[in-house]
C-alpha cells in the first residue's frame, strides 16, 4: 500500500475517478476504490448527478489521496490505480459518495480487499450502501429523473434566439483554447445542451493542433497554449454563467462566460493573452468598454502578445471650453479659457452623409439638434487622437465631448443623428464610448430614429424677405406687430448686422441693431477694418452666433435690412456692445427705439472705465463740447463737509429711508423711502400674508417660470411670502434665482417655494417695486474680498433697522441710480468746538479704514471741494492709525 500523496484535482471524468495535478502539472488518474458510478460519456442514468456531486467537493482543490490496489490494463496505458480521497474538511471519498447513493459497490470488490485497512474500507461501504438503498437515495431512488443531455445542436441560431441575453447555469467540460471551450449548459434540471462556446469580445492564439485531412501537426500560435492553459486551470468544470448573444459567422454560439470572480474575457485579457475584437461589440455593450479597458492596461504593461508593444501617445487629459459654433452633427468649434478657438470632431461619429439620399435630409435637423444643446455652453472636452490629412480633407483632431456629463456622440447616436464610424482594430482616435455608440446606433435603427427613420423629414425652407426693399416692407407690418420674436442668428455681417431666422415664420431677414452706430469690420482680405470694427465683429460672433434670440421690428432701411433691439439671454445686445466701447449710441435713432436711456447710460460706462474706442476718452475736452451742462446740474449745490454737513447749506432734498440690503459684491444700497409708500408697502405685505394662509391660493405655477416673470416666493429665512423677480432658471435642478423686488435681496429657489401673483392685488401696477438702488457719494470701496466684507459688514451693523436721513447728491437717471450721503439723526452733531454739523456714516466708514475717497470724481463730487477735503483728512488719520484696508500701509503708493 503506498503512503499518502497530495495533488491537485484537475478535473472529473465521473463519480469514481478523478484527474490529478502535482505541483509540476502532471497528470495523473486515479479511481475510488471499490465503487462503481454511472458513465457520463454514455449518458447513462443518473451520471451527470453522481459526477456532480464530486466535482462541487473537489475540482479545483488540493486533496490527499493514498493508492489501496492497481489494476493492469488488458489493452496498453499504464496500470489503472485504486484509492482512497481526503478531502479538505476531513471527509473521505469513495464513503461520502457511496453513503449518498451516487455510486454502488463493484462485484469485485472483495477480491481486491487484500489489506486490513481495504477490508475496514469495504466493511465500512457495505453498509453505507445499504443504507442509502433502503433509503432510496440517488442511484437507489424508485422514481428516476433522467437528464435529457443534446451533444449537437441542430440549429444553433434558433437557440440562441429563444436563450438570447439569458444567463443559463453551466458546467466547462472542455477547454479547447483561450476563446472557445465546450460547456454544458443547464437549460432546466432535466434538458441540458454541451456544446462549444466562443469567449464574446476576444481573440485568442490558436493552439497545437492536428490537421485532420493529412495528420501534419500545426504548431501554436505565440501564447496560444498559454492563453489555453490560463483558461482551463480557471474554468475546467467549475460553475459559470453562459450569456448566449447570438452566433458566429460559422454557426457556433457566442456568449459571455462568468465566472463568480467576474467575466472571464476580462482576466484574459489583462494578462495579454488575447486581443479585442470589435465583432462582439454591439452585443456586449458598456460590457465591451471593461474588454478593451482591459487590453489597455496589458499594452502599458506590456503583457503576453503585447511584450514588444510601443505604448501610444494617450490623448490630452479634459479641459473645459465654450462651444461657439456647430459646424455641422459632428464638427465643432469650441473656445476655451483663454479665448482661443479651434475646430475639433466628434470622435468615432458621423453626421448624416451629405452624399446619400435616404440620410443627406436628416443633416440640417441634426445640426439643430446639437445648436440647441450645446451653443454658447460649457462642455468638456478630452483630444483622443488625430486623423491624419487625406486628399480633401485636413488633419482632424477626434473629440470626446460630455455637456453635463452627458456623452454628445452618444446623445446623437442614440436619437439616430449619427452613424458611427467602423474603426480599423489599430485606429489610435477612437472613442472611449466606442462599444456603447455601437449599441445605440443598432437601437435607434431597430427603433426607426432620426436618419433611420422610413420618410425623411419635411425640410425647413426659408424665405429671404430682405431680398429686396419691397418684400422688407410687406414683412414689416407682420413683424412689428409683435413683441420678442424668438428667433436664431444664423450670420453676424458684423458687429451690429446680422442674418437672422425666425423658424415659425419661415423667414430669413437681415437685423440692424437700432439706436447705435458700430464701426464697420473688414469685409475681405482687401479691405481695412475701422477702429475697433472687428473686435465689434468678433464680440458679435461670440455673444450672438447661433444662439436662440428675440427681435423688437420697428423700421427698416433703404437696403431691406430690419431694424430694431436683438436680446440675447433677456439682455438688449445693443446695450451690451455699447458697454463694451465697441460702439457709440446714435441719439436720434435711439431716441426713437426707446431704448435712449439704457443705451445713453452704457456709453457713460464705457467712457469712464475707457473701454474700446472710449480708451483715451477726455471728460473735460467733452465738457467743454457740451457746454459742462452735466456737471453744473450734477453739482446741485452740493456744499459744505461730507463728514461734517452744514443743513442750511445742503438742497432740500432730504429723503428719509431704510437700507433694506447691502450688495456684498459692491457694497451698494437697496433704500426703502419712509412715507406712505412704506405704509402702502406694509398694508400689501399684510394683504399677501392673509393670502397665501388660504390653501385655494397655493396653487404651484402653471409652467416653468421665464426670466423677468413676477411671481410669490417664500423666503428661506423667515418662510414669510414675497414678491420677487425671476432673474434666472436652472431648468436642470428645477430653481430660479430670485430677487425680492421690495427688499433687494436674493437667493436661489426652488419651483415648488413659487406661486403665480395676484397681479390686480398685487403687481406692480399695484405698488411699484419699493428697493431703490443707491451708491455713497464721494467714496470707493476696496476690491480686495476680505476688507470688502469687512465693509459690508460695518454698513450692515450701522444701518440695520435704523431709520436715516438721504441726502440725494445726484440722482443719475440713466442707470437708475440715486448717489447719497447718509445721516444718522440719532448720532446728533459733532462734537467740535462752534460746530452744528451732523456726522455722516459716509465719512464714519472713511474714518474707520473701510472706504477711500473716489479716485474718479463724478461732476457733482467735485464740485464740493470742502467735501473732499474733510474725507481726504480723515482717509489720512485712517492711514497713520492702520485702520482696516491700510492695517499695511499706503495701498495706492504702488
Known amino acids: 500500500m503506498s503512503a499518502l500523496n497530495e495533488g491537485k484535482v484537475k478535473s472529473i471524468l465521473s463519480g469514481d475517478t478523478l484527474i490529478l495535478q502535482n505541483k509540476a502539472k502532471q497528470e495523473r488518474t486515479l479511481s475510488l476504490a471499490f465503487i462503481n458510478a454511472p458513465r457520463i460519456q454514455s449518458d447513462e442514468p443518473y451520471a451527470f448527478e453522481s459526477r456532480d456531486f464530486i466535482r462541487k467537493l473537489c475540482v479545483g482543490k488540493i486533496i490527499h489521496f493514498k493508492v489501496l490496489y492497481v489494476i493492469p490494463q488488458k489493452v496498453g496505458g499504464a496500470n489503472r490505480e485504486y484509492g482512497i480521497v481526503q478531502l479538505p474538511g476531513g471527509q473521505q471519498l469513495p464513503d461520502l459518495i457511496v453513503q449518498e447513493g451516487w455510486a454502488k459497490l463493484r462485484d469485485d470488490a472483495e477480491r481486491k480487499a487484500e489489506s486490513p485497512q481495504a477490508t475496514e474500507l469495504l466493511e465500512r461501504l457495505t453498509a453505507f450502501e445499504a443504507r442509502a438503498k433502503a433509503d432510496e437515495k440517488g442511484v437507489w431512488a424508485t422514481k428516476a429523473s433522467q437528464v435529457q443531455n443534446v451533444r449537437?445542436?441542430?440549429?444553433?441560431?434558433?437557440?440562441?434566439?429563444?436563450?438570447?441575453?439569458?444567463?443559463?447555469?453551466?458546467?466547462?467540460e472542455r477547454v479547447l483554447s483561450g476563446d472557445r471551450l465546450i460547456c454544458r449548459m443547464m437549460v432546466t434540471p432535466t434538458q441540458h445542451v454541451t456544446t462549444t462556446v466562443l469567449v464574446a469580445g476576444l481573440k485568442a492564439p490558436t493552439t497545437a493542433r492536428t490537421n485532420p485531412s493529412d495528420g501534419s501537426q500545426q504548431p501554436a500560435e505565440p501564447f496560444g497554449n498559454e492563453a489555453q492553459a490560463f483558461v482551463e486551470e480557471r474554468l475546467l468544470q467549475r460553475s459559470v454563467q453562459v450569456r448566449i448573444l447570438g452566433v458566429s459567422p460559422t454557426n457556433v454560439l457566442v456568449g459571455e462566460v462568468r465566472h463568480p470572480v467576474g467575466n472571464i474575457a476580462e482576466f484574459v485579457l489583462k494578462e495579454g493573452l488575447a486581443r479585442c475584437i470589435d465583432h462582439h461589440s454591439t452585443w456586449l455593450g458598456s460590457e465591451m468598454g471593461k474588454l478593451r479597458q482591459a487590453e489597455r492596461s496589458a499594452k502599458e504593461q506590456q503583457k503576453g502578445l503585447f511584450k514588444s508593444h510601443t505604448p501610444q501617445r494617450t490623448g490630452g487629459s479634459e479641459s473645459e471650453a465654450v462651444v461657439s459654433r456647430v459646424f455641422s452633427a459632428d464638427t465643432l468649434i469650441i473656445r476655451n479659457k483663454s479665448g482661443a478657438e479651434k475646430r475639433i470632431n466628434l470622435s468615432s461619429v458621423r453626421q448624416p452623409k451629405p452624399t446619400d439620399p435616404k440620410q443627406s435630409p436628416f443633416g440640417a435637423e441634426a445640426k439643430e439638434f446639437l445648436r440647441k444643446r450645446l451653443i454658447g455652453k460649457h462642455v468638456k472636452v478630452k483630444i483622443d487622437g488625430t486623423r491624419p490629412a487625406t486628399e480633401g480633407y485636413e488633419a482632424r483632431e477626434m473629440a470626446t465631448v460630455s455637456s453635463n456629463n452627458k456623452n454628445v456622440a452618444l446623445m446623437l447616436v442614440e436619437s439616430g443623428y449619427a452613424s458611427v464610424i467602423r474603426h480599423k482594430m489599430d485606429d489610435t482616435d477612437r472613442s472611449p464610448l466606442y462599444d456603447e455608440l455601437l449599441a445605440a446606433e443598432e437601437a435607434a435603427q431597430k427603433e426607426q430614429l432620426g436618419m433611420w427613420a422610413l420618410k425623411p423629414p419635411k425640410p425647413i425652407t426659408y424665405v429671404d424677405y430682405s431680398e429686396s426693399l419691397e418684400k422688407a416692407k410687406r414683412q414689416l407690418t407682420?413683424?412689428?406687430?409683435?413683441?420678442?420674436?424668438?428667433?436664431?442668428?444664423?450670420?453676424?455681417?458684423?458687429?451690429?448686422?446680422?442674418?437672422?431666422?425666425?423658424?415659425?415664420?419661415?423667414?430669413?431677414?437681415?437685423?440692424?441693431?437700432?439706436g447705435i452706430r458700430a464701426p464697420r469690420s473688414a469685409r475681405g482680405p482687401t479691405d481695412t477694418a475701422e477702429p475697433f470694427g472687428q473686435e465689434a465683429h468678433d464680440f458679435a460672433n461670440k455673444r450672438c452666433l447661433q444662439r436662440d434670440v428675440e427681435i423688437d421690428v420697428d423700421d427698416t432701411d433703404k437696403q431691406g435690412g430690419f431694424i430694431g433691439t436683438l436680446y440675447v439671454n433677456r439682455e438688449n445686445f445693443a446695450k451690451l456692445l455699447v458697454e463694451e466701447g465697441l460702439a457709440s449710441v446714435h441719439a436720434y435713432s435711439a431716441e426713437r427705439s426707446g431704448n435712449a436711456n439704457e443705451l445713453f447710460a452704457a456709453e457713460r460706462k464705457a467712457k469712464e472705465e475707457r473701454k474700446g474706442m472710449w480708451h483715451d476718452w477726455d471728460p473735460s475736452k467733452e465738457a467743454e463740447e457740451n457746454g459742462d451742462h452735466e456737471e453744473s446740474a450734477a453739482t446741485n449745490g452740493a456744499n459744505g463737509t461730507n463728514g461734517e454737513v452744514a443743513a442750511s447749506k445742503r438742497p432740500a432734498d432730504y429723503r428719509d429711508v431704510a437700507v433694506s440690503y447691502v450688495d456684498p459684491s459692491s457694497a451698494r444700497l437697496k433704500l426703502q423711502m419712509i412715507g406712505s409708500q412704506k405704509q402702502n408697502l406694509d398694508s400689501v405685505m399684510k394683504d399677501f400674508a392673509n393670502f397665501h394662509i388660504s390653501p385655494s391660493n397655493s396653487k404651484p405655477l402653471a409652467q416653468p417660470p421665464k426670466a423677468g416673470d413676477v411671481v410669490s416666493a417664500k423666503f428661506s429665512q423667515d418662510g414669510v411670502w414675497y414678491r420677487a423677480r425671476i432673474r434666472r432658471n436652472d431648468r436642470d435642478n428645477k430653481t430660479s434665482e430670485v430677487v425680492y423686488i421690495d427688499y433687494g435681496n436674493s437667493e436661489t429657489q426652488p419651483w415648488s417655494s413659487l406661486r403665480p401673483l395676484d397681479s390686480d392685488r398685487f403687481g406692480l401696477q399695484k405698488l411699484k417695486p419699493q428697493a431703490v438702488d443707491a451708491a455713497l457719494s464721494f467714496i470707493q470701496f476696496p476690491t480686495s474680498p476680505e476688507y470688502l466684507s469687512e465693509s459690508c459688514n460695518m454698513l450692515n451693523e450701522i444701518t440695520y433697522d435704523r431709520q436715516l436721513i438721504a441726502m440725494v447728491d445726484f440722482n443719475d437717471t440713466r442707470e437708475n441710480l440715486l448717489w447719497v450721503t447718509l445721516l444718522d439723526p440719532s448720532l446728533g452733531s459733532s462734537s467740535s468746538a462752534g460746530s452744528s454739523k451732523r456726522v455722516t456714516l459716509n465719512a464714519e466708514i472713511v474714518s474707520e479704514g473701510l472706504a477711500m475717497v473716489a479716485k474718479k470724481l463724478r461732476p457733482f463730487e467735485r464740485a464740493a471741494p470742502d467735501v473732499l477735503a474733510d474725507l481726504q483728512a480723515r482717509q489720512a488719520e485712517a492711514k497713520e492709525g492702520r485702520r482696516g484696508m491700510w492695517e499695511y500701509g499706503d495701498l495706492t503708493e504702488d
Not at 445542436?153 to 466547462?172: M, Q, T, Y
Not at 437672422?500 to 437681415?510: H, N, S, W
Open 152 to 172: 449537437e445542436l441542430p440549429d444553433p441560431k434558433a437557440f440562441a434566439e429563444e436563450h438570447k441575453g439569458e444567463p443559463i447555469e453551466s458546467v466547462v
Open 478 to 514: 407682420i413683424l412689428s406687430r409683435s413683441k420678442k420674436v424668438p428667433a436664431i442668428v444664423d450670420f453676424a455681417k458684423s458687429g451690429s448686422r446680422f442674418t437672422v431666422l425666425i423658424p415659425r415664420e419661415g423667414a430669413k431677414l437681415t437685423f440692424v441693431l437700432g
